[in-house]
């Protein structure tokens, strides 16, 4: 018999992926340090192991104040967009369904161009400002969705969030035009970055952790929403209850990511199709390797970002556009014959 | 097993966008009966299994096993009344386990899972249905009578005594209508199973329901056994039809168009 549920190798598979790209991501760099200290200072750090790992104090704080926080923040917001856009394809049941679909990153591209223009752009406020932009965004394409069309049907709230996004980026574009001088610095935080540091990692982190679980406990619910809000609500679901929370914690997470890295496209799509091609169409399976997946993405992405025109760094955002867009395309030819 | 579960609907009303659907409709069925709904297209026989279901909001009563739905939970409520829409969402990846799975819904907590007597039951409901050989084939490589099957096996799988089934023969040939209605009432009779269904064919009508409302424009303007509602008057009247009914040969009666200009 066949089960929706999440079997172990295909978990393992996507945790290997990840492990390794985590490894690779702390082992290469612009900077040039030697792979085999980096492992040893890694080592070092774990408790009762003491190595002399024979690195200088300025590679080492490249090491842990730069290098390692930049992979564990490309992990966690890879994980978040992901997952965040795993969750949203469930709750509107369309697979096209993506993070920023109901106006986050507009909300949080209007929030951080203020700050930058009118503010000098603070960059301990940005991150708050994001967030506050992406909820912000969510939530007034919530309230509109729900005026406009009684009992908050998915299609209107899609709608909602399109007219939301639109009026909301041309106030955008009108506030960054009164600055013309900060344009590259908002365009630089509009494609992505996440270079951060510890600090954010510890600001998003309750935010990530709680989203996530609540996502993934919801895993075999949307498997029951899959089949209609009406034959979910006739098998006893309080189906629009069961959807409003998987879609609050779907924003949090993408309002988490959007803080700390601006916005990244590509991630919340590609990640979670590919893993239904290869693993199977439950969410329950979809969620938790989405995240893995999302997460082992986004640190290549960012790990060819800034290595590719070293000491240059490209915007992650181009990178998950550039590579992500025609490996969507491959996946989605080879895998086609399975479907008929 | 006999769960006894009659059902009844007293004054029910229902007015959607402003549009009265349906007004002030009474029906009853015993435990273990068959009650077809036919009426026109648009007389509001979907809205009616839905409002009973509490899907759309209604006014007047709904009674299941003696008790008003109303005051039920929802997974409750689900334990005792069964429903396949006229068109089921099949997701095309999912498999036809997994479908008939999420019958198993009302029996599970929020944040729980599907334990071994559902899947139990899940699997004797596909034994049942001879889909037990299609168990791992996805959904979108079935064939339609097959979908229908599918569908009742998750209707099933909820084992609850009353079974409300939205036009269950839509879309399928002669042979294949006439199998899932027989399947329908060997399952009606072996369970007990209290079977609401709305069917547009009145032939297939006649023959299978014990009794029959007539809908027109939201409201019921005939019930009884079937030889009481399948009369030439009343069918002319709502549905517009040349028709002659006449008795079958087991007294059910038969219902045949005939071409204006021939009498």
């Keep these: 018999m066949t089960s929706a549920g999440l079997r172990l190798r295909p978990l393992i598979v996507a945790l290997v992926v990840l492990a390794l790209s985590l490894a690779l991501g702390v082992l290469v760099g612009a900077a040039g340090i030697s792979p085999r200290g980096i492992a040893l200072a890694l080592l070092d750090r774990l408790p009762f192991v003491s190595l002399d790992s024979g690195l200088s104090p300025v590679e080492q704080n490249l090491l842990f104040q730069l290098r390692v926080p930049r992979v564990l923040l490309a992990a966690v917001v890879g994980g978040l967009l992901a997952i965040a856009g795993a969750g949203y394809q469930g709750v509107f049941r369309n697979p096209m369904a993506d993070p920023y679909l109901l106006g986050a990153a507009a909300g949080a591209g209007l929030t951080v161009t203020m700050i930058v223009v009118f503010l000098g752009g603070d960059a301990r406020l940005v991150p708050v400002a994001a967030f506050a932009g992406a909820v912000g965004g969510v939530f007034l394409a919530y309230a509109l969705g729900n005026t406009a069309g009684r009992g908050g049907g998915t299609a209107t709230l899609v709608l909602a969030g399109v007219a939301v996004t639109s009026f909301l980026t041309a106030l955008q574009t009108f506030v960054q035009q009164l600055k013309v001088d900060e344009l590259q610095r908002i365009y630089s935080w509009i494609l992505g970055d996440v270079g951060g540091g510890w600090e954010q990692i510890w600001l998003i982190a309750p935010y990530a952790v709680v989203s996530s679980a609540v996502m993934l406990l919801h895993g075999r619910l949307l498997d029951v929403l899959s089949v209609g809000d009406e034959e979910a609500t006739s098998l006893g679901l309080r189906a629009a209850r069961a959807r409003f929370i998987v879609l609050l914690a779907a924003s949090l997470a993408t309002a988490s990511a959007v803080a700390v890295s601006g916005l990244i496209a590509f991630v919340g799509i590609v990640v979670p199709h590919v893993v239904r091609r290869l693993a199977g169409w439950s969410y329950r399976v979809v969620l938790p390797l989405s995240f893995v997946g999302g997460a082992a993405f986004l640190e290549l992405a960012d790990l060819v970002a800034r290595t590719v025109l070293a000491p240059a760094e490209l915007p992650i955002g181009v990178v998950t556009a550039f590579v992500g867009a025609p490996f969507f395309v491959v996946v989605l030819r080879l895998t086609k014959r399975v479907d008929t | ?263």
């Design chain 2, 1 to 263: 097993m006999k769960p006894e579960c009659p059902v009844e609907v007293r004054a029910l009303g229902v007015t959607l966008g402003g549009r009265e659907v349906l007004a002030d409709v009474a029906l009853s069925a015993g435990a273990g009966e068959w009650l077809a709904i036919i009426g026109p297209n648009g007389a509001g026989k979907s809205t009616l299994l839905k409002a009973m279901l509490g899907l759309v909001p209604h006014e007047g009563e709904v009674l299941i096993g003696g008790a008003p739905v109303r005051d039920r939970a929802p997974r409750r409520r689900a334990r005792l009344v069964a429903y396949a829409p006229q068109n089921p969402s099949l997701p095309a990846d999912m498999t036809v386990y997994d479908y008939a799975l999420l019958g198993r819904t009302p029996y599970i907590a929020y944040f729980g899972r599907e334990g071994a007597r559902d899947r139990e039951v899940t699997g004797s409901v596909l034994e049942r249905l001879d889909l037990a050989e299609l168990a791992s084939r996805p959904l979108g490589q079935l064939s339609g009578g097959e979908r229908q099957r599918v569908v009742l096996a998750r209707a099933l799988a909820q084992e609850a005594p009353v079974l409300l089934l939205d036009e269950p023969t839509t879309a399928l040939d002669l042979g294949h209508q006439q199998q899932v209605l027989e399947l329908v009432d060997r399952l009606r009779l072996a369970d007990g199973l209290t079977v609401v269904t709305t069917l547009h064919d009145l032939i297939l009508a006649g023959q299978y329901a014990d009794s029959l409302v007539l809908l027109s424009s939201g409201r019921a303007v005939a019930s009884g056994p079937p030889k009481q509602v399948l009369t030439e008057a009343l069918l002319v009247r709502h549905f517009g039809a040349q028709v002659r009914v006449e008795p079958g040969p087991d007294g059910r009666p038969l219902v045949h168009l005939i071409r204006p200009g021939d009498r």
